[in-house]
């Protein structure tokens, strides 16, 4: 204490500022800062030790030592202010040094549209160019619209062409995109254009098989509506997705739900129909020139009567392809599982 203080009490506080003001001048980092804070302004800190003796001063002197302790106070938190923002900066700044602007940056993952979907989207849009109308049905079909009212009725032979996911003994996974000819049919009556993407199940899985698969189906039902109209639509149909100079060849098959029925070759994209791709046998299409790409038919006169068409004033065609396959053959895809694997850089080829 000195002489020329009035009361100990105001130099033991100059006396703390002092080595306040001084430590500050040493710390070098916030957390250095932060203990000093609770050291000195903290609760149980110096200086409100010394504030808690001012109730016992002789009431004479405290006005005084408690103004000059309130200054202090004042004074001490503007510093450790000042002090805080200068140290804040600095270690900004040292985030700011490390940092270097010049190394190259992570380049985000963008996703692309999946193949299937290009193709879908591409199929429908060719179709509704034509006037066809996109329609849509569940996956979990009953018998009914998935064999039943397409003429196969329960114990048809046919059934086996497809093998079925049951969920009861009458509901099932869809096993093709056809029950949307009946459910459209249903609706409405002709004309009918549609076209029905969708995916369906079989209990089915090999390198060429998947369990889940996408198809699209196309209806057209009208007066006069003749397998030229088919041949037409379809020709069509396969020069805008695989190129003009694509020829389609019919091949006679069998199916339910359509008769006359037909399997539709495209000439193979892979080797143009010659059966070599530099001199080599072509494997896309075994060096037959041609590649199978969907079925089709004249809406069988059984189906308009399940659906209360009049067969004698209505004709029609249906045709049924698998997405998948035509994706393969249009992008040169050679393996199925590809679809399926969701890698990105399989998928991001398709921006
Ligand atoms: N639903 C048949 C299948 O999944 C494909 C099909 C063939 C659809 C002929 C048709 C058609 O509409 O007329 O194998």
């Given at each position: 204490m000195s002489a020329s203080e009035p009361f100990p009490l105001i130099s033991e506080l100059k006396s703390l500022a002092a080595e306040f003001t001084r430590d500050l001048d040493q710390v070098t980092d916030l957390a250095d800062l932060e203990e000093r804070r609770v050291a000195f302004l903290g609760r149980k800190g110096r200086l409100a030790q010394i504030m808690s003796q001012l109730p016992s001063l002789d009431p004479a002197m405290r006005p005084e030592a408690g103004k000059?302790?309130?200054?202090?106070?004042?004074?001490?938190?503007?510093?450790?202010?000042?002090?805080?923002?200068?140290?804040?900066?600095?270690?900004?700044?040292?985030?700011?040094?490390?940092?270097?602007?010049?190394?190259?940056?992570?380049?985000?993952?963008?996703?692309?549209?999946?193949p299937v979907t290009l193709v879908t989207e591409e199929i429908c849009a060719i179709f509704e160019n034509l006037g066809y109308e996109i329609v849509t049905g569940p996956e979990v079909e009953n018998d009914f619209h998935n064999f039943e009212a397409l003429n196969m009725p329960p114990g048809h032979p046919a059934r086996d062409m497809q093998d079925t996911l049951y969920v009861t003994d009458s509901i099932l996974l869809r096993t093709h995109t056809s029950p949307l000819q009946i459910r459209t049919m249903l609706r409405r009556e002709p004309p009918v254009a549609a076209i029905a993407p969708g995916k369906v199940y079989r209990r089915d899985s090999d390198l060429t098989h998947t369990p889940m698969f996408n198809q699209v189906e196309g209806l057209l039902v009208d007066t006069h509506v003749t397998m030229?109209?088919?041949?037409?639509?379809?020709?069509?149909?396969?020069?805008?997705?695989?190129?003009?100079?694509?020829?389609?060849?019919?091949?006679p098959?069998?199916?339910?739900?359509?008769?006359?029925?037909?399997?539709?070759?495209?000439?193979?994209?892979?080797?143009?129909?010659?059966?070599?791709?530099?001199?080599?046998?072509?494997?896309?299409?075994?060096?037959t020139g041609w590649?199978?790409?969907?079925?089709?038919?004249?809406?069988?006169?059984?189906?308009?009567?399940?659906?209360?068409y009049d067969s004698e004033k209505y004709t029609g065609f249906a045709f049924g392809l698998g997405v998948e396959r035509v994706a393969m053959l249009k992008y040169g895809i050679g393996d199925l599982r590809m679809f399926f694997e969701n890698d990105i850089r399989f998928i991001q080829q398709f921006t």
């Amino acid at each position: 204490m000195s002489a020329s203080e009035p009361f100990p009490l105001i130099s033991e506080l100059k006396s703390l500022a002092a080595e306040f003001t001084r430590d500050l001048d040493q710390v070098t980092d916030l957390a250095d800062l932060e203990e000093r804070r609770v050291a000195f302004l903290g609760r149980k800190g110096r200086l409100a030790q010394i504030m808690s003796q001012l109730p016992s001063l002789d009431p004479a002197m405290r006005p005084e030592a408690g103004k000059v302790a309130n200054e202090v106070k004042g004074e001490l938190g503007a510093l450790f202010d000042e002090r805080q923002a200068q140290l804040m900066g600095a270690e900004a700044g040292k985030e700011l040094a490390d940092f270097d602007p010049s190394l190259p940056g992570r380049e985000p993952w963008l996703g692309a549209t999946h193949p299937v979907t290009l193709v879908t989207e591409e199929i429908c849009a060719i179709f509704e160019n034509l006037g066809y109308e996109i329609v849509t049905g569940p996956e979990v079909e009953n018998d009914f619209h998935n064999f039943e009212a397409l003429n196969m009725p329960p114990g048809h032979p046919a059934r086996d062409m497809q093998d079925t996911l049951y969920v009861t003994d009458s509901i099932l996974l869809r096993t093709h995109t056809s029950p949307l000819q009946i459910r459209t049919m249903l609706r409405r009556e002709p004309p009918v254009a549609a076209i029905a993407p969708g995916k369906v199940y079989r209990r089915d899985s090999d390198l060429t098989h998947t369990p889940m698969f996408n198809q699209v189906e196309g209806l057209l039902v009208d007066t006069h509506v003749t397998m030229a109209d088919l041949r037409g639509t379809l020709t069509h149909f396969v020069q805008l997705v695989f190129g003009p100079e694509t020829r389609v060849r019919f091949r006679p098959s069998f199916f339910p739900f359509t008769e006359p029925s037909a399997e539709v070759d495209i000439s193979c994209v892979m080797c143009g129909g010659t059966g070599f791709v530099d001199g080599a046998m072509c494997r896309v299409c075994k060096q037959t020139g041609w590649v199978e790409i969907l079925g089709c038919g004249m809406v069988d006169p059984e189906v308009f009567r399940s659906v209360g068409y009049d067969s004698e004033k209505y004709t029609g065609f249906a045709f049924g392809l698998g997405v998948e396959r035509v994706a393969m053959l249009k992008y040169g895809i050679g393996d199925l599982r590809m679809f399926f694997e969701n890698d990105i850089r399989f998928i991001q080829q398709f921006t």
